[in-house]
């Protein structure tokens, strides 16, 4: 393996510019020559690729975003789209590729490994729901700015007596809703994981008032329901004068914390030493303290994210 080429996919996650930094420099420190593919998948069929430095890299860990940029390109999933691809990647001499994305991202990257071109994916995404892997990048950055909202929001409500409904991103998984809702003690969680009973949150909030509680939190995962149809649910039940905060894209930009950096450096690093060794078809992850190593293919088709689940019920007993 001489020269290999990285991309961002997908929705963008802080941590993504730590592994890309980490692959570019890991891989000229090895004697790689280290190509940049901008826009994802539709920059590699468009053939925007170029050759990137040490200096390319400089100044970027710190950054949220991915300074690769990054794109949705559907006719990726069609055949064409992936020999075309592969056609752009042997013009450049390429011969070993990184894909930094979801579990979209990870499907190009199977396809492209069903068709002998060895890829690595890294777990790209703040919504924590790719199989392999406890944690992804961008997740621990997202829980840290819901947190701080949710802190600021906590203060309006407890000054105003109100019941505010937080929604935050999480289409298939709660992971989101889970963390945050542990992390800033909110009444209630709602998640796709879990069955929801209105009749069980109300009680939860009477059950506070009644202790002279001032405010109530409810954390919901946009893949239950959006916010204000929540809401609505709610005051069929009871009228809380709720307030609804659907946080939104600033979940997914900033600074990356401490723990996306390390992690996207751990993962860039590994990827590279993978094509190295001349390995393919494989998606890095991390459990517990250990880097892991999957199947691409196999983690797609058997094995799914299961969120920590045990924060749910022990977020019922300590946040009553
Ligand atoms: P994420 O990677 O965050 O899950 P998407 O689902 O939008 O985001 O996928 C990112 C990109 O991956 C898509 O725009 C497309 O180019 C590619 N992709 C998605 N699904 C497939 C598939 N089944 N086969 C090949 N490529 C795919």
């Given at each position: 393996?001489?020269?290999?080429?990285?991309?961002?996919?997908?929705?963008?996650?802080?941590?993504?510019?730590?592994?890309?930094?980490?692959?570019?420099?890991?891989?000229?420190?090895?004697?790689?020559?280290?190509?940049?593919?901008?826009?994802?998948?539709?920059?590699m069929?468009?053939?925007?690729?170029?050759?990137?430095?040490?200096?390319?890299?400089?100044?970027?860990?710190?950054?949220g975003?991915?300074?690769?940029?990054?794109?949705?390109?559907?006719?990726?999933?069609?055949?064409?789209?992936?020999?075309k691809?592969?056609?752009?990647?042997?013009?450049?001499?390429?011969?070993?590729?990184?894909?930094?994305?979801?579990?979209?991202?990870y499907?190009?990257?199977?396809?492209?490994?069903?068709?002998?071109?060895?890829?690595?994916?890294?777990?790209?995404?703040?919504?924590?729901?790719?199989?392999?892997?406890?944690?992804?990048?961008?997740?621990?950055?997202?829980i840290?700015?819901?947190?701080?909202?949710?802190?600021?929001?906590?203060?309006?409500?407890?000054?105003?007596?109100?019941?505010?409904?937080?929604?935050?991103?999480?289409?298939?998984?709660?992971?989101?809703?889970?963390?945050?809702?542990?992390?800033?003690?909110?009444?209630?969680?709602?998640?796709?994981?879990?069955?929801?009973?209105?009749?069980?949150?109300?009680?939860?909030i009477?059950?506070?008032?009644?202790?002279?509680?001032?405010?109530?939190?409810?954390?919901?995962?946009?893949?239950?329901?959006?916010?204000?149809?929540?809401?609505?649910?709610?005051?069929k039940?009871?009228?809380?004068?709720?307030?609804?905060?659907?946080?939104?894209?600033?979940?997914?930009?900033?600074?990356?914390?401490?723990?996306?950096?390390?992690?996207?450096?751990?993962?860039?690093?590994?990827?590279?030493?993978?094509?190295?060794?001349?390995?393919?078809?494989?998606?890095?992850?991390?459990?517990?303290?250990?880097?892991?190593?999957?199947?691409?293919?196999?983690?797609?088709?058997?094995?799914?994210?299961?969120?920590?689940?045990?924060?749910?019920?022990?977020?019922?007993e300590?946040?009553?």
């Amino acid at each position: 393996m001489k020269r290999i080429a990285v991309l961002t996919s997908g929705g963008d996650a802080p941590g993504m510019n730590a592994a890309i930094r980490a692959v570019v420099r890991k891989g000229i420190y090895d004697g790689l020559e280290v190509y940049g593919i901008n826009y994802g998948y539709a920059g590699m069929v468009a053939g925007d690729i170029r050759q990137l430095t040490v200096d390319d890299v400089g100044d970027t860990i710190s950054r949220g975003g991915t300074v690769l940029y990054s794109a949705r390109y559907p006719e990726f999933a069609n055949i064409e789209g992936q020999q075309k691809g592969i056609e752009q990647l042997k013009k450049f001499g390429i011969d070993g590729l990184i894909v930094i994305g979801g579990d979209g991202s990870y499907r190009g990257g199977a396809a492209l490994t069903k068709l002998g071109f060895p890829t690595i994916g890294i777990p790209g995404t703040i919504d924590n729901d790719i199989a392999g892997t406890d944690y992804t990048l961008g997740f621990d950055t997202a829980i840290n700015t819901v947190l701080d909202s949710v802190d600021k929001i906590r203060d309006t409500a407890t000054s105003h007596v109100r019941t505010f409904i937080i929604e935050v991103m999480g289409r298939n998984a709660g992971d989101i809703a889970l963390w945050t809702g542990i992390g800033s003690g909110a009444e209630s969680i709602v998640i796709p994981e879990v069955e929801f009973n209105m009749d069980e949150i109300v009680n939860e909030i009477e059950e506070g008032r009644r202790r002279g509680k001032k405010h109530t939190i409810i954390l919901l995962a946009e893949g239950v329901m959006n916010g204000n149809a929540f809401a609505a649910e709610l005051e069929k039940h009871k009228n809380y004068h709720t307030r609804v905060t659907v946080l939104g894209h600033v979940q997914r930009g900033g600074s990356p914390s401490a723990r996306d950096r390390v992690l996207g450096s751990l993962f860039g690093y590994n990827a590279v030493q993978l094509l190295e060794e001349g390995k393919g078809g494989i998606c890095v992850g991390i459990r517990g303290t250990e880097i892991v190593f999957n199947d691409i293919i196999e983690t797609l088709e058997t094995k799914r994210h299961v969120p920590y689940l045990s924060l749910y019920q022990i977020n019922k007993e300590i946040s009553f």
